[in-house]
């Protein structure tokens, strides 16, 4: 239930945009991001919180959201569609993360992001599929 409540914090924080204030993670946290061409690993909630800031500065919408809780009680795999419009540009991203919990706080975080896609993007994507 602990684990739950953890990433339901996070999740609410990228949504309204306000991983600022969030107090999600404990101080020892770690981050493995995999995005496009690059990799960012950081520890301790403050340099999370400063990344993510950048990542989810604008409220957004989840279009989807799938979430895994693992047999071990303390792992969640959340998987979901952000939309959001920035600089009145819509954009959208998939991630895919596994969450550690402890102590009623995330402390690893691994991240696949699939990276940032503009309105202009989205468009080709889905004339691709059509």
């Given at each position: 239930?602990?684990?739950?409540q953890a990433v339901?914090?996070?999740l609410?924080?990228?949504?309204?945009?306000?991983?600022g204030?969030?107090?999600a993670?404990s101080?020892?946290a770690?981050l493995d991001a995999?995005?496009?061409?690059?990799?960012v690993?950081?520890a301790?909630a403050?340099?999370?919180?400063?990344e993510?800031?950048k990542?989810?500065?604008?409220?957004?919408?989840?279009?989807?959201?799938?979430?895994?809780?693992?047999?071990?009680g303390v792992t969640e795999?959340?998987?979901?569609?952000?939309?959001?419009?920035?600089?009145?540009?819509?954009h959208a991203?998939?991630?895919?993360?596994?969450?550690?919990?402890?102590?009623?706080?995330?402390v690893?975080?691994?991240?696949f992001?699939?990276?940032?896609?503009p309105?202009?993007?989205l468009?080709?994507?889905?004339a691709?599929?059509?």
């Open positions: 239930m602990a684990a739950r339901d914090t996070f609410d924080a990228v949504e309204n945009a306000k991983i204030s969030c107090d993670w101080t020892e770690t995999t995005v496009p061409n690059w990799r690993q950081l301790g403050d340099a999370i919180r400063a993510y800031g990542w989810f500065a604008d409220p957004g919408r989840f279009e989807e959201v799938r979430r895994f809780p693992a047999a071990d795999i959340v998987e979901y569609t952000l939309s959001w419009s920035e600089n009145g540009v819509p991203a998939h991630h895919l993360h596994i969450l550690t919990v402890r102590d009623d706080r995330i690893a975080d691994t991240v992001c699939g990276g940032r896609w309105a202009s993007l468009a080709e994507m889905e691709a599929h059509a």
